[in-house]
């Protein structure tokens, strides 16, 4: 994959969407996105308030890391301010792309299968990407950005390095003398093609991003913690390093790298002034023009006020604005003048990509569609998905539509109603020589 590719935006994605990180605000009120879930649904309680609750153990790992949810893997300390996740080494000698990935699922009887990042992964977790995005939230930060590209006018693109609140990642770990040691993450790693090893350094919270199904795309890829610049990783390195496979600049250290299995826990501490960090905000324009903020429906009037906070707290605040293709061009337009009133000028609009059929507006329209259907059932046995199926899903989403019009036409209807009655009144108490027609 293009390099240039790999850090500038997600791919467009469809199907069943997991479950969708929505608050990245400060703890508690901006965390209530994390109904995590089991299932990857919406459905459930917030898994911050769950882990807040049950997890602030911050004892030494014991034994190999086992099957379970995010709440059995990932615990908040919030006294000493830090993340713990519960791993396992995956790689002791191998070109490394993750620090830590998303462990492969386990079957009926235990078995694993081995996770799509494992081969490149020095350690690795049953905890969701989107937990330890959730725990860090908890702990007041926001969200950074990625590495990308970025063309300054007249000039060639120029590679922009991770930015965001600054983190300090350790593992802890019991050798087979029963002894308990805390290492910087860094010393597990040799600088690739040397045996150095590799120079101590911090880390950054990116925190990922959303597909156009509305999954976060770590959850989606497994990446937790980056050594190569992925736009997908909740966690990376704070400079340049390649993702290519041949120009790899990370690799485990075979000297001190327990063996594949120990048990190992990831320590993440926010450094000092991290809550003040450059910051990302997210917000969506959806097909009828309203806007969110982070993923929480937000009145156009409420926008300034909620960006003057953030440019108040953060030394800089970019924002992305993810637009409907079906929004008009004054949604986009109103948006961006909210947005530079308020001070906020670092802004990118990208167009989602539709993950839904849109529907006739003509009746010639309606006619070709039916004329396509009857055809499809027509021809179902020689098709290799069946359109019983695909137009069941079609209805649902006539009916969700149905009802998003039928709310916009109640809402108008109530204001015609009381503008009518306004203008009444009004007339009702002018002179007569003052009426108007």
């Given at each position: 994959?293009?390099?240039?590719q790999?850090?500038?935006?997600?791919?467009?994605?469809?199907?069943?969407?997991?479950?969708r990180?929505?608050?990245?605000?400060?703890?508690?009120?901006?965390?209530?996105?994390?109904?995590?879930?089991?299932?990857?649904?919406?459905?459930?309680?917030?898994?911050?308030?769950?882990?807040?609750?049950?997890?602030?153990?911050?004892?030494?790992?014991?034994?190999?890391?086992?099957?379970?949810?995010?709440?059995?893997?990932?615990?908040?300390?919030?006294?000493?301010?830090?993340?713990?996740?519960?791993?396992?080494?995956?790689?002791?000698?191998?070109?490394?792309?993750?620090?830590?990935?998303?462990a492969?699922?386990?079957?009926?009887?235990?078995?694993?299968?081995p996770?799509p990042?494992?081969?490149?992964?020095?350690?690795?977790?049953?905890?969701?990407?989107?937990?330890?995005?959730?725990?860090?939230?908890?702990?007041?930060?926001?969200?950074?950005?990625?590495?990308?590209?970025?063309?300054?006018q007249g000039?060639?693109?120029?590679?922009?390095?991770?930015?965001?609140?600054?983190?300090e990642i350790?593992?802890?770990?019991?050798d087979?003398?029963?002894?308990?040691?805390?290492?910087?993450?860094?010393?597990?790693?040799?600088?690739?093609?040397?045996?150095?090893?590799?120079?101590?350094?911090?880390?950054?919270?990116?925190?990922?991003?959303?597909?156009?199904?509305?999954a976060?795309?770590a959850?989606?890829?497994?990446?937790?913690?980056?050594?190569a610049?992925?736009?997908?990783?909740?966690?990376?390195?704070?400079?340049?390093?390649s993702?290519?496979?041949?120009?790899?600049?990370?690799?485990?250290?075979?000297?001190?790298?327990?063996?594949?299995?120990?048990?190992?826990?990831?320590?993440?501490?926010?450094?000092?002034?991290?809550?003040?960090?450059?910051?990302?905000?997210?917000?969506g324009?959806?097909?009828?023009?309203?806007?969110?903020?982070?993923?929480?429906?937000?009145?156009?009037?409420?926008i300034?006020?909620?960006?003057?906070?953030l440019?108040?707290r953060?030394?800089?605040?970019?924002?992305?604005?993810?637009?409907?293709?079906?929004?008009?061009?004054?949604?986009?337009?109103?948006?961006?003048?909210?947005?530079?009133?308020?001070?906020?000028?670092?802004?990118?609009?990208?167009?989602?990509?539709?993950?839904?059929?849109?529907?006739?507006?003509?009746?010639?329209?309606?006619?070709?569609?039916?004329?396509?259907?009857?055809?499809?059932?027509?021809?179902?046995?020689?098709?290799?998905?069946?359109?019983?199926?695909?137009?069941a899903?079609?209805?649902?989403?006539?009916?969700?539509?149905?009802?998003?019009?039928?709310?916009?036409?109640?809402?108008?209807?109530?204001?015609?109603?009381?503008?009518?009655?306004?203008?009444?009144?009004?007339?009702?108490?002018?002179?007569?020589?003052?009426k108007?027609?």
């Amino acid at each position: 994959m293009n390099r240039r590719q790999q850090v500038t935006k997600p791919p467009h994605r469809t199907g069943n969407a997991h479950a969708r990180l929505r608050g990245l605000g400060q703890w508690p009120t901006g965390c209530r996105w994390l109904a995590l879930g089991v299932a990857g649904a919406w459905a459930g309680a917030s898994l911050l308030a769950q882990t807040a609750k049950t997890t602030a153990r911050t004892g030494p790992a014991t034994g190999a890391a086992t099957r379970g949810n995010a709440l059995k893997s990932l615990r908040i300390d919030l006294k000493r301010r830090r993340v713990i996740v519960s791993a396992s080494v995956a790689q002791e000698k191998a070109m490394l792309e993750f620090l830590l990935c998303t462990a492969g699922p386990a079957d009926a009887q235990g078995k694993r299968a081995p996770g799509p990042k494992e081969h490149e992964s020095l350690l690795k977790t049953d905890a969701k990407p989107s937990s330890v995005h959730a725990a860090l939230l908890a702990l007041g930060l926001r969200r950074g950005r990625p590495a990308r590209w970025i063309t300054p006018q007249g000039k060639e693109p120029v590679f922009a390095p991770p930015q965001g609140p600054l983190l300090e990642i350790s593992l802890r770990w019991t050798d087979k003398q029963g002894a308990t040691h805390v290492i910087p993450a860094t010393d597990w790693l040799i600088e690739a093609g040397t045996k150095r090893r590799a120079k101590p350094f911090r880390w950054v919270f990116v925190g990922s991003n959303f597909l156009d199904s509305g999954a976060y795309w770590a959850d989606a890829d497994g990446h937790h913690i980056g050594v190569a610049n992925f736009a997908a990783s909740v966690i990376d390195v704070p400079f340049e390093s390649s993702d290519k496979k041949a120009l790899l600049e990370f690799a485990a250290n075979p000297k001190v790298v327990p063996d594949r299995g120990t048990a190992v826990e990831v320590i993440i501490t926010p450094v000092q002034g991290a809550e003040t960090a450059p910051a990302r905000v997210a917000f969506g324009v959806d097909a009828f023009g309203r806007i969110d903020l982070e993923g929480d429906p937000v009145a156009p009037s409420e926008i300034a006020g909620a960006v003057k906070k953030l440019l108040a707290r953060h030394a800089r605040c970019s924002a992305e604005v993810r637009l409907d293709p079906r929004a008009l061009v004054y949604d986009r337009e109103r948006l961006a003048a909210i947005l530079a009133h308020a001070g906020l000028t670092d802004v990118t609009f990208r167009m989602r990509g539709l993950t839904e059929d849109l529907m006739p507006r003509t009746p010639e329209q309606a006619v070709k569609a039916i004329a396509w259907w009857k055809e499809q059932f027509a021809q179902a046995k020689e098709l290799l998905s069946d359109p019983g199926q695909d137009a069941a899903v079609v209805l649902k989403l006539i009916a969700k539509r149905r009802k998003q019009l039928r709310a916009t036409n109640e809402l108008w209807g109530d204001y015609e109603v009381q503008l009518a009655k306004l203008l009444a009144d009004y007339r009702a108490k002018a002179k007569p020589d003052e009426k108007k027609d």
